[in-house]
């Protein structure tokens, strides 16, 4: 398995404007967890789901971030509009019930 | 609020060395508690983890040892060596349905030659 796959690997993009980060789950692993990484505030937890369904979005920051997984392949994150206090790391990670959590190699968005 | 709290926040040895990292938590409800790597540019990548019901697993280099009776819990890198060079997360979770891991703020360690 190619594990979890999350595109683009770099984004920079200007305050004001649409951001969508994509996200591919290991197939078969019916959590998916979206993650943002910044020095100051450390690895926080937006939204996870189960089988496609949204279970705890407590994390997003505010109504301009928003999360769906159509269907168990795929999932996606957008911020509209952006602002620079979003540059961040951001990780899709995946699991089976009762295990372990599987990152993707992140993507870094920079918002200028 | 940090239900989990992780130290030392950095840490050098010296290659062939024991470093050890240290978590502590408060909710005596967790019953999974998994450490995780993560090189730069990369996501963090599991490395072990534990259940309360066992003192200490080992997997390779890779030890946890856990005291239930202080809720803490530590990982030690038997042999460091420079390849070991990233930051160790520390993370527990809550039984049931809910799978969120409440995570520790990190562990910077360089292992040097």
């Known amino acids: 398995d190619a594990g979890v796959i999350q595109s683009p690997r770099h984004e920079v993009t200007e305050m004001g404007q649409e951001v969508t980060l994509r996200c591919k789950p290991i197939s078969g692993h019916d959590y998916l967890f979206w993650y943002r990484q910044t020095m100051m505030r450390g690895l926080e937890l937006l939204i996870y789901?189960?089988?496609?369904?949204?279970?705890?979005d407590s994390g997003m920051p505010e109504d301009r971030f928003s999360a769906k997984m159509p269907n168990a392949s795929f999932s996606t994150l957008k911020i509209q509009p952006s602002e620079p206090r979003d540059s961040a790391v951001y990780f899709c990670?995946?699991?089976?019930?009762?295990?372990?959590?599987?990152f993707g190699q992140g993507t870094r968005l920079t918002v200028v | 609020q940090q239900q989990v709290k992780q130290s030392p926040q950095s840490l050098i040895v010296q290659k062939g060395g024991i470093p050890i990292i240290n978590c502590a938590y408060e909710n005596t409800a967790f019953d999974y508690f998994p450490w995780y790597q993560q090189f730069p540019g990369k996501g963090p990548a599991l490395l072990i983890a534990?259940?309360?019901d066992v003192s200490e697993k080992k997997e390779g280099r890779f030890t946890i040892s856990f005291n239930k009776s202080a809720k803490q819990f530590s990982l030690h890198i038997m042999d460091s060596q420079p390849g070991d060079s990233a930051t160790y997360f520390c993370?527990?979770?809550?039984?049931?349905?809910?799978?969120?891991?409440?995570w520790g703020l990190g562990t910077s360690l360089a292992v040097n030659p």
């Open positions: 534990i259940r309360p």
């Open positions: 993370a527990a979770r809550s039984p049931g349905n809910n799978r969120k891991l409440i």
């Open positions: 789901f189960n089988n496609n369904v949204p279970i705890d």
């Open positions: 990670a995946s699991s089976l019930q009762g295990g372990g959590a599987f």
